[in-house]
């Protein structure tokens, strides 16, 4: 263990040279092949390389004042059994690989897959009902057939994109704007350890990185790097979810959007995104569909997913309710309006409709459709 640690130390090394950035990195990297060959490399040498500073420069060259900061922190990474994957190392993902910037280091718990077909399901923190559910049943069937869910573990959208692929016991990938150590949001705590189990939590910082405003932008290029496609359910006009459809069109990989409502503002992005040409996905048949050739795998038939019930068998007042439902929330007043029922009757019928599990009760007496 202490020797495949150590053959990681220059790379960790290189990382703590000041005002060096991925693209730096990487420019070193094609031009010396390693990270022990920039380390020795001669000051007209490094010099020599494009976009290199002489602030940079001077950092690699007095890089043994930063050799104890790194020893540090990959001796921490060691203790806890924190993974390690680099660029040259086979479970870096080849997809990743491609980018224009790849993160030159990658931490992760879990396990990581280089080969796993990938598809990206980001949007809203701030997410509706509707997009929440819409999310999680895309995440659900897409890892049921293959695919493994890659989101940023925000609040809303990305959320419910994991907790979709943990339903169907698939894997998923969360990508961090923070170190390992630093879990955010805190209420994601448990999620981050459920994730473990069936894919991994990856992050480029060190480990106790903040979560600072200016890293999510800059994780949401490995979130489009590691997927043949991403998947936008909603999105305001100025959405962090729209910088990573860009990046995606970008590395020419699909991108794709769900409609919403036109009254929504959570919904303008996504129609911006449909506008230029996204893929509009109503199921996940129009995901199939287009990356059908990325997966490997058969769908599973004949097996329920877990914690899956039967149908209740409902009479024709019960469905006539259920058929007035959307995945839009409604008020109860609208219901009663349209069902032409009395008021105590459709309440007693949404409380037992709710317990069953095929409606949603929301704040202020609104009620949606529990989407499949």
Known sequence: MESDAAAYLPWFIIREIPFLGNQGFNRLLQVFGNPDRILAATPNALRSVAGISQKVVTGI????????????????????????????????????????????????QGILDPDAPCIAIVGSRNASSYGMDTARYLARKLSGMGF??????????????????????????????????????????GLFYQIQRFGAVISEFTLDTDPYPYNFPVRNRIIAGLSCGTIVVEAKKKSGSLITARLAAEYNREVFAVPGSVR??????????????AKLVENETDVVNELSHF??????????????????????????????????????????????????????????????????????????????
């Open 295 to 372: 997966v490997h795998l058969e769908p599973v038939t004949g097996i329920p997913l877990p914690n899956a019930v039967s149908k209740p068998v409902l009479d024709r007042s019960r469905k006539q309710i259920m058929q007035l439902l959307d995945a839009y929330p409604q008020h109860i007043d609208q219901i009663i309006e349209a069902s032409r029922m009395d008021s105590s009757f459709v309440s007693a019928v949404l409380l037992e409709l709710e317990l069953l599990g095929l409606v949603n009760h929301h704040s202020g007496n609104y009620f949606s459709i529990v989407k499949e």
């Open 61 to 108: 060259l007095n890089h043994k004042h930063y050799t104890a900061a790194a020893q540090r922190e990959l001796n921490r990474v060691a203790a806890l059994g924190i993974n390690i994957s680099t660029q040259h190392d086979v479970n870096f993902p080849g997809l990743l690989k491609t980018i224009q910037d790849p993160p030159p280091i990658l931490t992760y």
């Open 148 to 189: 493994c869910i890659v989101s940023g573990m925000a609040r809303g959208i990305d959320t419910a994109a994991h907790q979709g692929a943990l339903d169907a016991t698939g894997k998923t990938i969360a990508v961090l704007g923070s170190g390992l150590q630093k879990i955010y949001p805190r209420e994601n705590k």
């Open 264 to 277: 929504s503002q959570k919904s303008q992005g996504t129609h911006s995104l449909l506008k230029q040409g």
